[in-house]
T-cell receptor, first 108, second 112 residues
Framework: LAKTTQPISMDSYEGQEVNITCSHN???????ITWYQQFPSQGPRFIIQ???TKVTNEVASLFIPADRKSSTLSLPRVSLSDTAVYYC?????????FGAGTTVTVRA | NAGVTQTPKFRVLKTGQSMTLLCAQD?????MYWYRQDPGMGLRLIHY???????AKGEVPDGYNVSRLKKQNFLLGLESAAPSQTSVYFC???????????FGPGTRLTVT
């Protein structure tokens, strides 16, 4: 499993864009990069997954440079309800390894 | 379509007692997982199953047993509970190894 490193916490304000960068220097060739979101007292929820370049869905974008040693999750125009812990994972199978994640706090 | 459900939601055990946590999914997923999450930490994989009748150890399997007699159910057992097993337990399922995992709401277990 590729070890990932991400900031412990980030603060933002409503309406701003939040970018969380994750480092995964020893990512394997067939690893995917996946991001999950977790609210207090709930199970994690899938946000987005990608292999390279850019992936966008209705809630986020994922940017992955050519060397794939890092990735950036972008949350456009955050609201108070986006306050959560965000986990970055690099894996090619079901053996996911969740680190401590990044606690994002959105303020009014 | 309920997704992934877990029973019970809360439980308090005394040291040495046993219990079983039930996870059920209605998405016809082959893969199912049990995680534990301790305060301020990420999830750690306890056991997983790649299909009915098969189980395997994850990162922290000691003190737990599992069974997958039916495709839709994955049971986690604690034979002799210890205070170190106080945690929140999450079950998850997925269609394939690299697909997104769907998580249940969790079971908060306290062992005194």
């Amino acid at each position: 499993l590729a070890k990932t490193t991400q900031p412990i916490s980030m603060d933002s304000y409503e309406g701003q864009e939040v970018n969380i960068t994750c480092s995964h220097n020893n990512i394997a060739t067939n690893d995917y990069i996946t991001w999950y979101q977790q609210f207090p007292s709930q199970g994690p929820r899938f946000i987005i997954q990608g292999y390279k370049t850019k992936v966008t869905n209705e809630v986020a974008s994922l940017f992955i440079p050519a060397d794939r040693k890092s990735s950036t999750l972008s949350l456009p125009r955050v609201s108070l309800s986006d306050t959560a812990v965000y986990y970055c994972l690099a894996s090619n199978d079901y053996k996911l390894s969740f680190g401590a994640g990044t606690t994002v706090t959105v303020r009014a | 379509n309920a997704g992934v459900t877990q029973t019970p939601k809360f439980r308090v055990l005394k040291t040495g007692q046993s219990m079983t946590l039930l996870c059920a999914q209605d998405m016809n997923h082959e893969y199912m997982y049990w995680y534990r999450q301790d305060p301020g930490m990420g999830l750690r994989l306890i056991h997983y199953s790649v299909g009915e009748g098969t189980t395997a150890k994850g990162e922290v399997p000691d003190g737990y047993n599992v069974s997958r007699l039916k495709k839709q159910n994955f049971l986690l057992g604690l034979e002799s509970a210890a205070p170190s097993q106080t945690s929140v337990y999450f079950c998850a399922s997925s269609y394939s190894p690299s697909n997104e995992q769907y998580f249940g709401p969790g079971t908060r277990l306290t062992v005194t």
